[in-house]
């Protein structure tokens, strides 16, 4: 199984820097066999920059798109909303469900999130699943138990978890420039291994750098990470996964 190595480019840039951006990834990645060879990537745009980012990665398969939100109800009447189908239709094979900015900035529970992972499962897609603890439940030494209870709100309902992946992210981590240490990595991903079994790709997100992914992406039950600034720099953004070479 290759690693994933996603970036998530939030709500940031415009259309001629979504464009240079894609660009100097794609001529990176295309001049690099071993980064090809070893890892998955994938780009989940502002959705509005979804269309000129595809447009650039015609032909190039090396390289996925991905949303980073979607509604969990089929096309209708519904003012504002995206559903999986046009995501699928705009070419996205992945797509970001409970973010904990999404959590956080618009009261997404864990019934959202997991009716939002089945509407990506049902448009054929992957949904990417986020979960993890806040500083103060850290703190407290809950983390364990609230990312169980994540999980256990947020999964699909599905007999077989391979077509999801699993976005371990603290919240204290993510944007702060603080990062989960190895051990505690190790034992969340043991854990969530645990519960969703050998075939799901768990990947670690938060403030994942060039000069830390190396340490995290060797840590057991890694299969890569989702990355938000870091992802905004072809060279950062590339930079992690060769850390992990
Ligand atoms: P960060 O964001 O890399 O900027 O910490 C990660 C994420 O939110 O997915």
């Known amino acids: 199984m290759k690693k994933l190595i996603a970036g998530n480019w939030k709500m940031n840039g415009d259309l001629d820097s979504a ?29 509005l920059h979804i269309g000129s980012v595809r447009h650039a990665l015609y032909g190039f398969p090396a390289i996925k798109l991905g949303a980073q939100d979607c509604s969990p109800l089929g096309n209708g009447a519904h003012t504002g909303d995206l559903s999986a189908a046009m995501l699928k239709d705009s070419a996205c094979s992945y797509v970001i469900v409970g973010h904990s900015e999404r959590r956080a900035d618009h009261g997404e529970d864990d019934a959202l999130v997991q009716a939002k992972a089945k509407a ?12 993890g603890e806040t500083d103060a439940q850290r703190e407290s030494g809950e983390a364990l138990d609230v990312v169980s209870a994540q ?6 309902d599905v007999k077989h978890y391979d077509d999801i992946v699993v976005a371990y992210e603290p919240v204290w981590a993510i944007g702060t420039g603080k990062v ?20 799901v790709r768990i990947l670690y997100g938060g403030s994942m750098k060039p000069d830390n992914a190396g340490d995290i ?18 060279e950062t953004f590339l930079g992690i996964a060769r850390a992990g070479l």
Do not use: W, Y
Not at 22 to 41: C, G
């Open 120 to 131: 990506v499962l049902a448009a054929d897609m992957i949904p990417i699943i986020c979960v």
């Open 19 to 47: 464009r240079a951006l894609i660009a100097d990834i794609v001529n990176r990645v295309d001049a690099d066999d071993d980064l090809q060879e070893r890892f998955e990537f994938l780009v989940c745009p502002p959705t």
């Open 151 to 156: 999980l256990k709100g947020s999964l699909p």
């Open 180 to 199: 989960a240490g190895v051990s505690d990595i190790e034992e969340m991903h043991a854990h969530i291994r645990g519960i969703v079994g050998p075939k």
């Open 217 to 234: 992406l060797r840590v057991a039950n890694v299969d890569g990470g989702l990355i938000g600034g870091a992802s905004l720099k072809a």
